[in-house]
């Protein structure tokens, strides 16, 4: 891997207005800032005439439906790209399936993730900013691109998303006053953040219900570990994109500080979803496991058996604590 070269807002623009043929990659799993930070670029780059398509080796998903609505990417243009951005992407491990190939050849890397590990040739990173979204934001009024309503409303839901509906310790002021920017622009802010946050499946609930059954506390009920198993996913049928709140459940205990959710992934690999408040750093912890994140949300994936794995978790929490 070459080296990569930090780069300034004005310069990204420069390098995207210069590409006529772009290409948007979205991390696996996706979640609302990375396929909002996507699309709004998409959204833009079309606008200028510039042929793009974005690709996500998961697909994008129905709950999402409402940034694309008239999107098929099955019929999205064919080419060889000038340049590759990668959004909200700190690292090739995320890119993952049909995306795996550009691993090598990313140009550009927009993120906002200190565990970035700089892998593009160029890199824009704002550890600051709550979400890719507001990087993208800064990029877009630079390249001097119209903030029309379907714009606005992919750039709202990555920074809800990221941000908890507000409510984490990464929002900052210019959090919320882009947040005043785009409601602004006329988005339908209420039922975006209803969707996101207030709106659950019957099989999502029964999920839930399973999930609650394996609710362990450790070291004085400061540390809660839950588990997804295959069969539990299995008996509801909900699917990946649906559980995205269910790692946030533990920490809603009181008295608990940290928490872990233990999905299986088949077998003995366990994808590992962390939450904390602010005494402990999620990344930093998550990290030492082989993954990353956030200070308050981070992520690995550990291999043995749910026993073997509880362990290790508990063995690296142990000095947390």
């Known amino acids: 891997m070459g080296m990569c070269r930090d780069v300034t807002v004005e310069e990204v623009a420069a390098m995207i207005k210069s590409a006529d043929k772009v290409l948007i990659l979205s991390h696996q799993k996706p979640d609302g800032d990375t396929l909002g930070s996507g699309f709004a ?58 995306t795996d190939e550009y691993k090598e050849r990313i140009d550009l890397c927009i993120d906002h993730h200190r565990s970035n590990s700089r892998y593009a040739k160029h890199l824009l990173l704002d550890t600051i900013a709550a979400g890719t979204v507001e990087i993208i934001y800064a990029v877009l009024n630079v390249m001097g691109v119209e903030i029309d309503r379907k714009i606005a409303t992919c750039l709202y839901t990555g920074l809800s998303t990221d941000t908890g509906c507000f409510r984490y310790s990464n929002v900052t002021s210019a959090s919320h006053m882009l947040a005043a920017t785009l409601i602004d622009k006329g988005i339908d802010s209420y039922s975006i953040n209803k969707l996101m946050f207030e709106t659950k499946s019957v099989a999502c609930m029964e999920l839930e219900r399973m999930v609650m ?68 750093d999620s990344s930093r912890v998550c990290a030492r496991l082989g993954g990353g994140g956030h200070a308050r949300a981070a992520g690995c994936t550990l291999v043995g058996t749910l026993d073997e794995v509880k362990a290790k978790i508990l063995a690296e929490m142990k000095d947390e604590f």
């Open 41 to 98: 670029l998409l959204y833009a780059l079309q606008g200028m005439g510039k042929t793009v398509r974005i690709e996500c080796s998961d697909g994008f998903p129905p709950r999402y439906r409402f940034l694309y609505p008239d999107f098929d990417p099955s019929v999205q243009p064919q080419f060889e790209p000038e340049l590759i951005v990668a959004v909200d992407i700190a690292d090739t491990q995320l890119l993952g399936g049909s």
């Open 213 to 280: 059954d394996t609710l362990e506390y450790y070291y004085d009920n400061r540390f809660a570990i839950i588990v997804i198993s295959d069969e539990a996913v299995q008996k509801t049928g909900l699917p990946e994109e649906e559980m995205e709140g269910i790692a946030t459940i533990p920490r809603q205990i009181e008295g608990v500080e940290a928490s872990m959710t233990l999905k299986q992934k088949g077998g003995d690999i366990y994808r590992i979803s962390m939450r904390s408040n602010e005494r402990i």
